[in-house]
Each structure stands twice: as C-alpha cells, then as structure tokens.
C-alpha cells in the first residue's frame, strides 16, 4: 500500500534551520507530484510547495519563497524541504502528500503522511 513517511522536525531556535525528509513507498514516486503542507494548531492546512514529476519546483506562500527549498530524489524514493531561517510562525505539524500534479489545495491529494512537528521556539 501507498506509505509516506516524514522526518527531520524538532525543535529549533530561530533563525535555524531544518530538513524534512519524506520517504514515499508502495508505489513509483517518480511519476507523481509531491508536495509539503503544514498546519499550525488552529488553522487550516496551508499548502508549502511542491514538486512534480518533471522536478518543477512551487512555492505556495510568499512568507516562505526563499527560505524553504523542495528537492526530490526518485531512485531514493525521498523527497527534502530545507528550511532556513526559520521564525515562530513556522512552527506547525508538516505533512507530506502525493498526487498526479502539483496543487494548493489539500483535497487534491490522495494520500498523507503521519506529519512531523516543527517548533520555533528560544
């Protein structure tokens, strides 16, 4: 069965940095869009980026474009989001998803990881 597993949050001072990890498993990642999502207690999921099948990179938030950077790798199935300068509001579960292209909305996507915690915190 399709498996997606996130890892790499914890927590980090601001102005850290860290690299999520999603490792994709019973079916071929390399011909679907994976994408990263985050949603903080209270809020509704917020898309982060994505990347699709042909490596074509999506910001979906101004507050994050050039702090976080997606990055896929297909032979090891894993899919990185490095974050930098990571601030407060950042804080929040991240969830890994996989659909047949890249999109905003969270409905688009047919399968989710468990999600890992980021916190921002001094």
């Known amino acids: 069965q399709v498996q997606l597993v996130e890892s790499g949050g914890g927590l980090v001072q601001p102005g850290g940095s860290l690299r999520l990890s999603c490792v994709g498993s019973g079916f071929t990642m390399d011909g679907y869009a994976i994408a990263w999502f985050r949603q903080a207690p209270g809020k509704e999921r917020e898309g982060v980026s994505c990347?699709?099948?042909?490596?074509?990179?999506?910001d979906y938030s101004d507050s994050m474009k050039g702090r976080f950077t997606i990055s896929r790798d297909n032979l090891e199935s894993t899919v990185w989001l490095q974050m930098n300068s990571l601030q407060p509001e950042d804080s929040a579960v991240y969830y890994c998803?996989?659909?047949?292209?890249?999109?905003?909305?969270?409905?688009?996507?047919?399968?989710w990881g468990q999600g890992t915690q980021v916190t921002v915190s001094s």
């Open positions: 990347i699709s099948s042909s490596d074509v990179a999506t």
């Open positions: 998803a996989v659909a047949g292209r890249c999109s905003y909305y969270p409905r688009e996507y047919d399968f």
